[in-house]
DNA sequence: TAGAGCCTGGACAACGTTGTCAGATGCGGG
DNA sequence: CCCGCATCTGACAACGTTGTCCAGGCTCTA
């Protein structure tokens, strides 16, 4: 958390106290003082003032503003000149309490700095934005509290609807949310411990498909790299890879898989330790795209040629020597289709949760077809 | 623009009418209805209803909910109960409202999905957490219009303060907003015909010293594939380009220079004109990372070897054969500097508009240094 | 035990907008 | 000439919260 000693504190509950006379600043005197003084904060013309300055009703100015029926040309036009002289913009927070509904949606995930997640994020964006709604968006950094936190600000903003691709495994803290309306979609990974929507990527078929690809090329001494099992894709990705050895009938040794890996360090050195160890591996499969970024960076510095199946497509792995077999999924598909699901659930269609798998596609690029070299 | 025929119109300016007796639906009486019927929308509990069942007054609650003095334990433990007992989250639209302060910022940027702004974005929300703001992001696709359209809805939901990588080059319609206190910060690209916060990369200098870079390794053909002029950073690095060359009193041929190129395609082709043209080049400057990726590729089709330099890191660029010599910026340092001048604005700090720039960093890795072959 | 002062709690207005409803205006026809 | 009707306009309440301010009960001291 970066250091805040900041006079802005939107969300400050404490008094704030004037530092000589320790007396309680009243914050809504502050405010008026700086109405007064002219301060540049607040002071914005409402429907109030340009009704006074058009000579005509609030209510009339909210017609012309929302461009309802039921205005003269000659009222409209002269209250069009008042806004365009105060510069007048509505607020939307007072129409939004009125309404009831913010048009805005919430994504929370994990990073919007790792590239698999900004082609998913604008993908919602997009559909939100055909429905006339705002994204605002949040990472959890992949930790549980983090996410709850920003969830529940969310809700507490009354986004009419939420995107989650989730980092804790419980997620009943949302009920009451749904149930008050709050329309939600889980995305990559499914709600821990309640009921609802989720659009994810087939991993297990997936990992399954991609190491298979490998023993269909003579490998037998596989190894695995993936996240914390606790995250569900790494756990089904896993899954895949076991799937796909116990289909061949080649048993699994302990030392080929390493488990809740992070950080290009720690992936660098499980993918020296299989590559060294006794039964050395002569193929690995990486578990997402960060790993398989950092394998290909080990591989490169090893003398002996050891082929390599990521999950999640990397920019210019079909450039590299060889190019980088994937697993890939399509970010922007989940994105959208968990989106679309969304103001499905908006529209008062009523639907009960559903897993959405969207499938993933092989592609063969030469790493992964390379023979093993024992 | 999708499709979006759905009774989910939180925009929507019509006024709805009933398909079989003509009649206007009004909804207020619509979400009456659904009040009433239980429906799932709306009917969420205030602390007006937390109030009356735990037998204080509203304030009482208010004071609980904001952690406010002046609570005995025995009330507060009540009110919590009825909290709990009700699922209450307080509105923040109505606390806005009061307060005058939304705690969001907006970011206004070309596309999320380019690598490029995903760290740059997520610097912003960083800065913006520890402010205790959200962040509500929107792409303006490179289209002035769309980015104004954002721009000024993202006024109309009162963000403190608005985060903007311009694609227009005309922002007086922010100055009603920037005088009513909307801090505003430009980033990558100054704003057009105001004075505004901007913050950017040296582009000029970044490509002076990238083209000086291959002018230093025997270069005198070069070639400049980049963006449309109109854009303020490409317009910059082709001014760079032209400095490196001038510096060394190279006259450059028209033939040379590929301007506003955008997509892979017209990429392409640009790169093998001046490739195979009438005075080919030896050595190619790309003015950004797309344009890069897509000059990687040409010229490992290529026979001839043929020198790179490409503006901003792209990921791999290191294990490519030979490594992609690149003028990085960094992007995350880029939103983050911006964010905290936001946030500094917000503090009342008079500050006059500033430009900042910051350095860029010439990385080499093997592109770069090719000799010419001609 | 009375009075001063503090602590707790609640009634009320206000934030800026929209929905409701009734009043004002103008027009045409009887 | 007046009535009815349609059209246009505006007063008012409500959305859910927070700031202000006062009342009532308590404690403490004289």
Redesign the interface.
């Known amino acids: ?4 000693t ?8 404490r ?1 704030p106290v004037d530092d000589r006379t320790g007396q309680r600043i009243v ?1 809504e005197t502050a ?1 008026r003082a700086d109405r007064l003084s002219g ?6 013309p409402t429907m109030k003032d340009v009704a006074a300055r058009a000579g005509v009703g609030l209510k009339t100015v909210s017609r012309v503003v ?4 039921g205005v003269t040309p000659d009222t409209e036009r002269r209250v069009q000149e008042a806004i365009e002289a105060l ?1 007048f ?6 129409r ?2 009125r ?6 949606i919430g994504l929370v995930l994990e ?5 698999f ?3 998913l ?2 993908a919602v ?3 939100a ?11 959890s950094a992949e930790d549980p509290d983090r996410e709850q936190e920003l969830v ?7 986004v ?1 609807g939420l995107v989650v691709i989730p980092a804790g495994d419980d997620h009943r803290y949302l ?3 749904i ?3 709050v329309a939600t979609v889980f995305v990559d990974r499914p709600a821990g411990k309640i009921d609802a929507d989720v659009v994810l990527s087939d991993s297990f078929g997936g990992a399954r498909a991609g190491v298979a690809h490998l023993i269909a090329h003579g490998h037998r001494r596989i190894g695995f790299i993936g996240d914390m099992p606790r995250i569900h894709t790494a756990a089904e990705r896993l899954r895949g890879y076991r799937a796909a050895m116990e289909d061949a009938g080649i048993p699994v040794e302990d030392s080929w898989m390493s488990l809740g890996v992070t950080g290009p360090e720690r992936v660098r050195r499980a993918a020296e330790e299989m590559l060294s160890g006794p039964v050395p591996v002569t193929a690995v499969f990486a578990g997402n795209n960060r790993v398989t ?1 950092t394998v ?2 080990v591989l ?1 510095e090893h003398s002996r040629s050891v082929a390599l199946v990521g999950f999640d497509d ?4 079909d ?3 060889p190019g980088v077999t994937v697993v890939a999924q399509d970010a ?1 598909a989940l994105g959208r289709t968990a989106a679309e699901r969304l ?2 659930q ?3 269609a009523l639907i009960t949760p559903e897993r959405i798998e969207l499938p993933t596609r092989l592609i063969t690029r030469g790493s992964g077809e390379l023979p093993p070299a024992d």
């Open positions: 958390m970066l250091d805040a900041s006079s802005y504190n939107p969300m400050d509950r008094i914050p405010r301060n540049r904060y607040g002071n914005r929302n461009g309802e029926p510069g913009r509505r607020n939307d927070s007072a939004v309490l309404k009831g509904r913010t048009a805005s990073d919007l700095a790792d590239p997640y900004g082609p994020s604008r964006e997009e559909v934005r055909a429905h006339g709604a705002l994204l605002i968006n949040g990472s529940l600000a969310l809700c507490a903003r009354r009419d009920e009451p949310e149930r008050a309306g970024v290909v960076r490169a990397i920019e210019l792995a450039l590299l020597k922007a103001f499905r908006l529209d008062g």
